[in-house]
Each structure stands twice: as structure tokens, then as C-alpha cells.
């Protein structure tokens, strides 16, 4: 059973960071291809970053354009976790965040449904 749990959210003033973390089990990890949605109150679900994997040893990360610059995915294989590092957080970063998982690579990697795997979501809160 494929398992995805969240966590690291929480409440911070706009301009502050967080991380988040995503581990993953009952799944094969390396070749997997991991995401991060959103979800703000009142709007459509929202894809964040992702990071695909591309082959032996290697992934791409992705990211929208709302977050470049400011967010930073990343994995731990040896963890089984893939990461969220959320800087200079802005009141409109608010919302639910999840993980999402897939196995092998994915070219529509901004879709969900392009994932099979999801958690349950951690609230992310920016003050201003």
C-alpha cells in the first residue's frame, strides 16, 4: 500500500520560510516522479513544482511560475522523501499543500492527474 504523509506546515510572517517533507513508502522511490499542488481557499487545485524522474539517476525539477526563484524542490532517495523548501513566503503562498507521486517519468508533470499517489495535505498559513 502506497503511502504519501506530509509535513512542516504550519504559520509564518510573510518574508519567512518553511519546509516541507513528503515520505513516501510502498513505492519504488528512485524512479519515481514526485509533485507539489496547492490548493488555496476557494480556487482550483494548483500545481507547485514537481521533480521527474528522467532516467537512471537523473530528475528534472520543474516549477510555476508564481514560485521560481522562491521555492525549491529536492529529494532524499535514501529517505524516501521529497522536499518543499519555501522561501520569502508571501500571504498569497496560503493553502493546503500535497504531495503527489507517480511511478517512472511524466511529461505533463503540472497535471494531476498525471499522478497516482497523493497525500492528505499540511495548511500552509503566511501572515502578512
Known amino acids: 500500500q502506497v503511502q504519501l504523509v506530509e509535513s512542516g506546515g504550519g504559520l509564518v510572517q510573510a518574508g519567512g520560510s518553511l519546509r516541507l517533507s513528503c515520505a513516501a513508502s510502498?513505492?519504488?522511490?528512485?524512479?519515481?516522479?514526485m509533485g507539489w499542488f496547492r490548493q488555496a481557499p476557494g480556487k482550483e487545485r494548483e500545481s507547485v513544482a514537481a521533480?521527474?524522474?528522467?532516467?537512471?539517476?537523473?530528475?528534472?525539477?520543474y516549477y510555476a511560475d508564481s514560485v521560481k526563484g522562491r521555492f525549491t524542490i529536492s529529494r532524499d532517495n535514501a529517505k524516501n522523501t521529497v522536499y518543499l523548501q519555501m522561501n520569502s513566503l508571501k500571504p498569497e503562498d496560503t493553502a493546503v499543500y500535497y504531495c503527489?507521486?507517480?511511478?517512472?517519468?511524466?511529461?505533463?508533470?503540472?497535471?494531476?492527474?498525471?499522478?497516482?499517489?497523493w497525500g492528505q495535505g499540511t495548511q500552509v498559513t503566511v501572515s502578512s
Open positions: 510502498g513505492v519504488t522511490f528512485t524512479t519515481s516522479s
Open positions: 503527489a507521486g507517480r511511478s517512472g517519468d511524466t511529461v505533463t508533470y503540472w497535471r494531476q492527474t498525471a499522478y497516482t499517489y
Open positions: 521533480i521527474s524522474w528522467s532516467g537512471r539517476n537523473t530528475y528534472d525539477a
